[in-house]
């Protein structure tokens, strides 16, 4: 509920099925209103329950396309930062900047960007997420919601100061 009431109040679905796959081979992946998860992963990583908290919010976002990959994922790994429950027992958090990573690089990496993004600007994950919904999002989004700064400088202020 609270990632529908944050962000997809007015057509998130809050019916869904999850199914527990012993034949996928990957971690877990989320189509319309399903979720799959890998029996194997749940089997060998019983604490990351979270995962559950990721695949949750691709139900919550139902954009319209499937891209910017890196940029829909991080948003995924930033709801799991946020609302998970159960992220150190499972051994998982947001990474600390390494100079080698991109904002592209997804995931984590990305999440960990956007959480700082977010503590200056407040509504920016909001607002991205809002115009990926719309089918609105370009790069420019990153400028008309990050006071004029183009993703790439947001980027080169988060490497030279990346504490969050």
């Known amino acids: 509920p609270q990632m529908c ?3 997809n109040k007015n057509s998130c679905t809050r ?10 081979n990957g971690v877990a992946y989320a189509s319309g ?9 749940l089997q060998n990583n019983p604490q990351d329950t979270d995962v559950l908290t990721h695949e949750c919010m691709h139900v919550v976002q139902r954009y319209p396309r499937g ?3 890196w940029l829909i994922e991080g948003i995924a790994d930033y709801v799991r930062s946020k609302y998970g429950r159960n ?5 998982w958090w947001l990474p600390d900047f390494d100079r080698n990573q991109h904002y592209t690089n997804a995931y984590r990496v990305t999440a960990r960007f956007l959480a700082w993004c977010e503590k200056r600007y407040p509504n920016i994950i909001n607002q991205l997420d809002a115009a990926l919904r719309s089918n609105t999002y370009s790069d420019y989004s990153w400028n008309q919601f990050a006071g ?6 947001l980027w080169n202020d988060y490497s030279n100061n990346p504490n969050l």
Not at 15 to 24: A, N, Q, V
Not at 33 to 41: E, T
Not at 87 to 91: D, E, K
């Open 33 to 41: 209103d399903a979720i799959v998860i890998s029996a194997n992963w």
């Open 5 to 7: 009431d944050r962000f």
């Open 148 to 153: 004029g700064k183009s993703v790439d400088q």
């Open 67 to 69: 891209d910017p990959g």
């Open 87 to 91: 992220n150190p027992a499972a051994n």
């Open 15 to 24: 019916d869904f099925r999850i199914t527990i796959d012993p034949g996928y």
